[in-house]
């Protein structure tokens, strides 16, 4: 298969469950709910394993634009065929732009790969999104300041706890700070958006998978970026991450969902203690601790989400 092929088949998987996933409200199971969410975790751990042995798997700026123009074209085919009303122009801008701030993250990694070679640094920089989260969440939602506490004090151990385990990341070039600052506030700050934007899930889907289709596309183009640079186990990853991101967002909550960036290396860090058997000392156990109880509390928010925003 010519590696610039579109990955279909392996995203279909994923994505035809918008229809129903996405245009029905009420009362669902735990598991339809928490699915994706679980789905999104162990894809992101195989790359993440897989990443030293099969280089193949890294992301690059046509392997993310190839990966969410599948997961756009799909949502939209399942959307046009969805029943109910299309949204509106204020709708649908609000989700281009939610998504245009969600795939934050992504696209600098792409842009600056030779600055942002620090995976250390990166996972530090990614945990801060539930801390934005949380920050970001009263802007969108009238009357839960009072919740702000409840809702940040994880994110803030989960960042002391990766400090504990991980190598301090150096500070000396500002343009590399203001990227690490960027990708979770922007990340951030899209999640919630879209979360709460208006109009029908499978079409704000569509919308902001779409908008981080055409960005990633320019930035590829202006970029001048190789096609050689495409392969299509990345864009296969890609893809499917997209697809089960958007679903698990919408489906679980913006805290929920960014308990992600916490949970991952949690499980990483764990499965390295467990194969490489270390002596742990203090910091090595505070660490894992705080990580835990972090990805716990995350996962467990203070309230349920808006049941306004309840989706399957």
Not at 187 to 196: D, H, I, N, S
Request: charged content about 10%; glycine content about 8%; overall charge positive.
């Amino acid at each position: 298969m010519h590696k610039k092929a579109a990955p279909y088949g392996a995203a279909f998987c994923v994505c035809t469950s918008y229809k129903r996933s996405m245009s029905v409200t009420g009362k669902r199971s735990p598991y339809r709910r928490w699915w994706p969410f679980g789905l999104l975790c162990g894809v992101l751990l195989l790359r993440w394993f897989a990443a030293d042995a099969v280089p193949a798997v890294g992301p690059s700026l046509w392997s993310l634009a190839v990966g969410s123009f599948t997961a756009w074209l799909i949502a939209t085919l399942l959307a046009l065929r969805a029943e109910g009303r299309a949204p509106g122009k204020h709708e649908a801008l609000q989700s281009v732009l939610a998504g245009v701030c969600l795939c934050t993250g992504p696209l600098l990694q792409g842009l600056s790969a030779s600055v942002l070679a620090e995976p250390a640094s990166i996972t530090i920089s990614m945990a801060l999104i539930p801390v934005v989260v949380a920050v970001a969440r009263p802007a969108f939602h009238r009357g839960e300041g009072a919740e702000l506490a409840g809702r940040l004090w994880p994110g803030i151990a989960a960042i002391a706890g990766l400090l504990l385990l991980l190598p301090e990341p150096g500070l000396e070039d500002w343009h590399r700070n203001l990227a690490w600052l960027m990708m979770p506030v922007g990340t951030g700050v899209g999640a919630v958006w879209l979360r709460t934007a208006g109009g029908a899930a499978i079409w704000k889907a569509s919308f902001a998978l779409g908008a981080c289709w055409v960005l990633f596309s320019c930035a590829a183009v202006l970029r001048h970026t190789s096609y050689g640079h495409v392969t299509l186990l990345a864009s296969i990853f890609e893809a499917i991450i997209f697809g089960l991101s958007v679903l698990a967002l919408l489906r679980v909550g913006a805290t929920r969902w960014a308990s992600q960036y916490v949970l991952v290396p949690l499980l990483v860090v764990l499965e390295s203690l467990m194969t490489a058997r270390p002596a742990l000392d203090v910091r090595a156990i505070a660490g894992v601790l705080l990580l835990a109880v972090a990805s716990l509390f995350l996962l467990l928010p203070p309230r349920v989400e808006h049941e306004g925003e309840a989706l399957p």
